[in-house]
């Protein structure tokens, strides 16, 4: 199976981003949108395992928690954490982890974004 592209892949991700958006009530995203709406999410995808159908794949995903304060972003980090904890609920998803977590400052527009890199073991 594809993987990275148009493949399962992207239906992880897909997957992945509505369920942090029904947790969080806050906006998701693949890409931090022109305009930035007061608090929101962006879920990446950065590399994972090709298998044959009906086998385990792995996936490595960046998750960003964006806002304009630090108390903000860490607040929605933690609602964040909890969606991406109950993410072996959804269907397929056999596993899911957050590997590691760090907060930094979007150089450009100085926001505060709290990243967490999630790894996800799911059937093909």
């Given at each position: 199976g594809a993987v990275g592209g148009k493949g399962l892949a992207m239906d992880v991700e897909q997957a992945l981003r509505r369920r942090i958006e029904a947790e969080t009530g806050e906006p998701a995203y693949f890409e931090a949108p022109a305009d930035f709406p007061a608090r929101f999410c962006t879920?990446?995808?950065?590399?994972g395992?090709?298998?044959e159908r009906g086998t385990?794949?792995?996936?490595l995903m960046p998750v960003k928690c964006w806002a304009r304060t630090r108390p903000e972003a860490r607040?929605?980090?933690d609602a964040?954490?909890?969606?991406?904890?109950?993410?072996p609920d959804e269907g397929d998803v056999t596993a899911c982890r957050v590997e590691s977590a760090f907060r930094d400052r979007d150089p450009d527009s100085g926001w505060v974004r709290y990243q967490m890199t999630v790894s996800v073991e799911y059937m093909q």
């Open positions: 879920v990446g995808f950065a590399g395992s090709e298998s385990l794949a792995s996936a607040a929605l980090y964040a954490r909890g969606a991406v904890e109950s993410f």
